[in-house]
């Protein structure tokens, strides 16, 4: 049992992926983090989101930002995305896990913002009390 | 008692409030819809935000969009933020969303998507089921 | 059996469809078109691409582009992406469809450009003769 | 009493405000220099506002840069906004600063531009004469 | 005797002009109106602006929206700058008038917003009295 | 007798050209890499065009980068597009290597891709075994 | 014998042309006009410039705008380019035009501005007198 | 007499100035260097082109670049304008020179392309033979 999947989808995103760490461990609240390419390990991606009991998802990717938005076609928990910024400042990850159609929503934070991620998530969380 | 508060900058964003609220309608959930600009009414928002028990927020927003951040600066719950396309496309407000800094989130959802809006938000509250 | 797989993300993609089919008619080359959202029909996308025996695939979408990029990482042929504009002229489909991750090749084409992504698939398909 | 309350919103941005202080030393006009964040502080910055008898704020913020809005939605004194270099180059900042709604002006300098915040704030206190 | 002088670098402007105008009615402050461009009156406007007593100007201008920025050189009165939108949804413009050179001010306000030039400028007014 | 021409305008752009060929050296497919600017030498490029059997080419270019689109217009193979970073981030490249006009494609991958470059080839050789 | 070359992409560049034409036509200096796509004629635009003796030429073109970079790579006339908004604002030709690499020069004027383009052309044959 | 007077805003520029005259130095034109702000300095550049014999005038500047456009419309002579990249990688300045009102043209070279830019004004010099 977790509370909060973190998913990155390349190792270079281990540096986001501690900021959302580092704010989660000052909680409660339980977390597994993983790394999981939506583009090159989508079976992966979908067993492990098929067999989580996360409440939360946090997707952090960069360039052309699917992560987020593939989990969030995956499940009915919120997915908050992390853009992080390997290209043109991170505008394209923000476009990327922002721009989602209607339908299948995503909550996007800003640019290598890894700490609101977290503490988007336990505002969320902390809701269920 | 109401589950959700949507709150709008300006009159001018009405049309997509109204795709917050079809979405809305179709689900169990109570919402209340008030225009109180974060710049222009800072008061009035803040008395709003202190009387209301909302579980979660949809802040709808042009230009520089602050009323999603200053609303996450006066409550914990999760504030989910709509940037409005009003110059620019749209942009002006997606990065006054979206960039927040560390330590207050905002959810952003893509520009003038007022359908993910209220998707994200159903996918929070049913959480606490 | 069908030489093109033309997949467009969404209803209002078909205008840049019917740029692509308009070409492909005049070629000897067979197709088929179809409409699955890459965020909001995951499976059926997934059945479709195991299904196929498309030697190329055009991936119409707007927005974050993510239709393009899975089909990619469910396929080992070649997929073109086109991306639409709908939001801030098309620059967010642009840059979820190229900004691929190493590993995963899309080959996008210009905005709205469904007559190039058809011209790439004829040049590619001329190659096996 | 104090001619120019500068206000920073994070400590990050001491180095702007030294360019804006470097010019204020040099003229006859008094001020004072504080980190206030919008968005973390803003009951602190509604209080500091309450209390101040500036002539003119220059407010220093960056990525969602809502502290000049906040502080011209706060005062009737103008506000001059010095948007910062933390993401996007700026942009986003600069856009945050001076897209603000019809009503409440904040009168924007270029990005990172602490000198000509403090220039543009002492051509307007030499107008009181 | 004027207490504002507004400027407009074309004819095209007047719709921007006739929205910091109609907010200067409503005051007691006298203003002026002229059009000259500072890339093709550039005589016209340096003989304008040593013959005026104004004590704030407002320049609207779109394109490489030089117009603001030469006031400011020549004038050591406070420059409000209205960015126009004639290409590139007024991006151009925006960036032409607010990144002045350290030494030269130029009080930016938001795309095609007359309206926040003219509050812009009551606030500087009302400090005189 | 070679499978794939690689390409770039610029001495500058080799270490792009190394990712390309690195991805390159593990498969069947034969190569060759040449430095000839479209815009500096237009002569010379069109006689290597003319004297190749090269069934895939791969353009490496920065800035105003027509190598792509040149190539293109001078031969029926597919063309591959490698935008490089070389000011504002590559997006000068980006689109110039994306947006051509109808009737002469080029398969655009990401800025600095040269890996998707040698990715998406190799699909497309694939196809004629 | 013509002193001014007027070249045109696309036969949608025609109202841009007309632009230049009309400048043109008040003065003493010969022009002809020709649509010849760098592109999709490559081998017909070299031949148009190998047996021109303009002293001057107006490239206009839009998205991927090669035209005016080709011909400045094929003759050592001043090439005056004029990007074209199709897309994007125009912001794709304008990048397309403008950031030529070191060693081929094209005098870039602004989107859509053939009456600059043409005024430019003037102040250079002026010179020759 | 000179051929060519090459100005620019600041000091800063002086990297750039000396792309422009290293290649001037391989030519038989000769130039002058000035350092002039069109900005912080107006009357010493008017008096400058009113004193200056040159034929051809390369304008260098970043930010809001409002150099090469003030000086063309003082003289009647071509204007070559290259714009600096100080923030936004450029941006700001390459819209700043490029993006004239009709009737004042001026010719843009590429971000930081100084070499260009001399080179241009060989061709037009070229001319006059």
């Known amino acids: 049992m977790v509370d ?7 190792e270079s995103d281990h540096a986001i992926a501690n900021r959302v760490t580092k704010v989660l461990e000052e909680t409660k609240y339980s977390f597994e983090v993983n790394v999981i390419s939506a583009h090159r390990d989508p079976d992966k991606l979908e ?6 009991d996360a409440k939360v998802y946090i997707a952090i990717a960069g360039l052309s930002a699917a992560l987020p938005g593939v989990i969030a076609s995956k499940t ?12 043109l400042g991170g505008l394209d990850a923000l476009l990327s896990v ?5 339908g ?3 909550a996007s934070v800003g640019i290598d913002n890894g700490a609101n991620a977290a503490k988007l998530a336990i505002r ?3 809701l269920i009390e």
């Open 47 to 52: 067993d492990h989101i098929a067999g989580s």
């Open 124 to 126: 969320i969380l902390d």
């Open 98 to 102: 922002v721009q989602m159609p209607p």
């Open 4 to 10: 909060i999947s973190v998913l990155m989808g390349s």
């Open 76 to 87: 009915m928990k919120p997915v908050i995305g992390v853009p992080v910024s390997a290209k």
């Open 104 to 106: 299948v929503p995503v």
